[in-house]
């Protein structure tokens, strides 16, 4: 899948005017106005390989794969009978400058094996089951490709740094009092907070045009932890069609 790629401009939020001053000193476009985006978020699933064992109807008429398989096998949205959920990341420059990144994911619950001490409130549903809160981390991942001049000699090159990733860390919270309801995961961090090396990731008077690739939200694995391994991918960035 091709990823979506968005622009947003860092650094300084003052419109530039095209004149030959401005690309003096930054000779590429700079989108004054891109300084906040949204993504929604979705279920993920994994990858249909042909020829799969069903088709799918016209216009399309691609091979298709069933049953649909979720990519985490930790938790989930709801539940089978219960789409309640949502999910949301923001990023936003902010004064500083820096970005800041803030999500919310809701009715999240565990599925079988997760450790029942990170799914505490049972929503209907024996412990370890889907149904029941999910009380651990979450991680967001975005692939991006920054292009400016905090580059090394001759002193403020301009130039394109290879993809990287960002990543930041959220938290679940369940809901004892909603026994219909899984837990509400929520991320509130920020660039610079993230990477605070050398000053922090955005620096003032550097204008930054970057790339973004699709969001993923990774769950926490058996244990409900983001910084220990294996995690799956369990939500991504995209549309929901009712």
Known sequence: MRKAILLVSFGSLVAL???Q???ATHPYPAPAGAKKTAFSVVPAFNPCAPPGNR???LPLGAPSCSPPVETS??????????HSGTGKV???VVAGPDVKVTAT?????CKAGVAAGKCPNENGAPAGKVGNDYTGEVQ????VRMTDRANTAPAGSHATVVDGNIDVKGTCAGTAALTTKGSTC???TSWDARLPGSGGLVKAGQLRNVELGQIQVNDGGTDGLAATVPNRVFATQGIFIP
């Open 105 to 109: 994911l809701t009715d999240i619950r």
């Open 90 to 92: 923001t990023l936003e």
């Open 21 to 23: 001053t401005a690309f």
């Open 140 to 143: 967001a991942n975005q692939t």
């Open 73 to 82: 096998t930790n938790i989930t949205f709801g539940t089978a009978t219960s």
């Open 55 to 57: 088709t799918h109807g």
């Open 186 to 188: 929520t991320i509130s």
């Open 17 to 19: 005017v095209a004149s």
